[in-house]
């Protein structure tokens, strides 16, 4: 049985449809992340979990119990809000035994149970200090012990590392996929990082226009993306205009490419589309290669023009053109390269990739 | 560098000049509350007179603890309902609302006098110490609900909902983390409140009826003999009292006064 269940939920705001019709179960003990742009629902949806907004339609059901109209205060769940939220005018002691004051435990209990949440998040000598008197990763972890304090059966993270520094932030990522493992707790995590949501989440439920555009594990949202926007919004994506000229056997699509190119690619929904159908082919920049020659006889080649580049360090992403008209990006690594760069401004290259590490995703 | 400190001089100079014009009239009244002459022409020599003088009027000091009593019931009630008004309207922001509440503080208080006087005539209400009290609130109520409305401004509103979440029920988030958190705007506010009951005339004098008197009210009346050195005193015990009040409110919120 899922711990959380969400069905066909939708939430309006004034006349804007927020949350649309959305549907998703999530698994005990998984870390499950929504991710989207900024107003696509995402932060709603978080919200109606925890009760601070009540949907217009749908069911909310946690563990087999209907709680869609439940009060906040009643739910087995805490959020950590995206500004922690830390009670300025309690001290970090108070702020974590806060939620065992409103669960009237008798102060002895308190004690020992705060005591511990404190060293579990190293922050014992802290214990009296008030909140503007921490730092940024400090507040933070104070917001974590007091929203694990009770041992909750859902933790609800609404953007909680938007606030701090890039490297704090990738230190963050490594300790609460450590804290989720430890603790055992199922994770709803909020964000519209696509690097924090890959590298922290068991899946991913990417959101755009209230909308879940596709539900899937990290690596097939992002080598398998389903729609436009998922390919689109999650890393590097040349999408080119395609048209399919014919379905053959084993899943294969013959499509034509931006109306010059034409190759076969494998799809496992071959069977959704029709021939004639029209739609864009996406292929991640890493999965095309670029040399001076000729050098892969299996792969779909094609001669091209070097546009531009941008050095990334460990890589750089070159711009070309095909006929003086198709852009075509490709992402190639610095690992064994000991010169600057590859190529030039006005090269002459050919570039090449494996028509079947791309998908066709429909209009 | 030269310049910015040629400009801050000056600065300093326009500055000192504001505040010696604003404050040259009640540093005179002050000294002379410490003249030793009946009349207020020329310095005598130090005493204290006037304030033993003014501590044995039992005429001013019943008008005294009526003001301190008005001031007192008015400002209480005031916060607890201006709080109220100020929540509201941070949480609800009707434009409409939120300059309406402002109006009290802006009307002429003649105007405010005059109207209320005739409110209370109209629905046949005795003029004394409840009229003047209900007068007080009508106009410090705005003052704290525009104080309680800044403070809640600068505040994080997932506080209320983080108190939800956590277990708190609506009146234990609202007790227990939102008074709290703005509780330095209700106290500035209630000060304010308080002073400015303390200090009112106009609509005090619009709405006393026969009977009931306060300081400033017994003051005018005194001041029909001359302007004695005793209402110097008088009018020196208040100023710090207003002084204090005021400086108390501002250290407890900043923004209000800014």
Known sequence: ?363 | MQVSSKLSKRLIFSGSVGFLFLYIPLIILILYSFNDSRINVGWVGFTLKWYKVLFSDKLLIDAAIHSLLIALIASIASVILGTLAGVALHKYKIPFLSSLIMVPLAAPELLVGVSLLLFFLLINFTLGFASIILAHIAFCLSFVAIAVRTRMHGMDDSLIDAARDLGASPAKAFFLILIPVILPGIIAGGLMAFTLSLDDFVITFFTAGVGASTLPLAIYSMLKMGVTPEINAASTVIILITLTLTVTASKLSPQLFK
């Open chain 1, 1 to 363: 049985m899922p711990i959380l269940e969400i069905q066909n939920v939708s939430k309006q705001f004034a006349d804007h449809l927020i949350v649309n019709n959305v549907s998703l179960s999530i698994e005990k003990g998984e870390f499950f992340t929504l991710l989207g742009p900024s107003g696509c629902g995402k932060t709603t949806l978080l919200r109606m979990i925890a009760g601070l907004n009540i949907p217009d339609s749908g069911k909310i059901i946690l563990e087999g119990q209907d709680i869609t109209t439940m009060p906040p205060e009643d739910r087995p769940l805490h959020t950590i809000f995206q500004s922690y939220a830390l009670f300025p005018h309690m001290t970090v002691f108070e702020n974590v035994a806060f939620p065992l004051k409103m669960a009237n435990w008798d102060k002895a209990k308190i004690h020992l149970q705060v005591e511990e949440l404190l060293e579990d998040v190293q922050l014992t000598k802290f214990a009296k200090r008030y909140p503007h008197e921490l730092s940024g990763g400090q507040r933070q972890r104070v917001a974590i012990a007091r929203s694990l304090v009770d041992r909750p059966k859902l933790l609800l993270l609404d953007e909680p590392l938007s606030a701090l520094d890039a490297s704090l932030r990738e230190h963050m990522h490594i300790e609460l996929v450590k804290l989720q493992e430890e603790t055992g707790i199922t994770f709803v995590y909020v964000t519209h990082d696509q690097h924090e949501a890959m590298a922290l989440s068991s899946r991913i439920a990417v959101m755009n226009f209230g909308e879940i555009e596709q539900l899937d594990l990290p690596q097939a949202v992002y080598t398998r993306p389903k729609t436009y926007f998922v390919a689109d919004f999650l890393g590097k994506c040349n999408l080119l205009p395609a048209e399919i000229l014919a379905k053959n056997d084993n899943n294969t699509l013959r499509l034509r490419v931006a109306n010059y190119l034409e190759f076969d690619t494998s799809q496992d929904n071959a069977d959704e589309f029709n021939v004639g159908q029209k739609g864009h082919f996406a292929i991640r920049p890493e999965k095309i290669n670029a040399n001076r020659q000729n050098q892969y006889d299996n792969l779909f080649s094609h001669s091209a023009k070097v546009k531009g580049y941008y050095y990334y360090g460990e890589s750089t992403l070159y711009e070309f053109l095909i006929n003086d008209e198709i852009k075509i990006q490709a992402m190639l690594s610095n690992s064994k390269n000991q010169t600057i760069k590859f190529f030039d401004e006005g090269d002459d290259v050919v570039i090449s990739f494996d028509p079947h590490a791309g998908d066709f995703l429909a209009e």
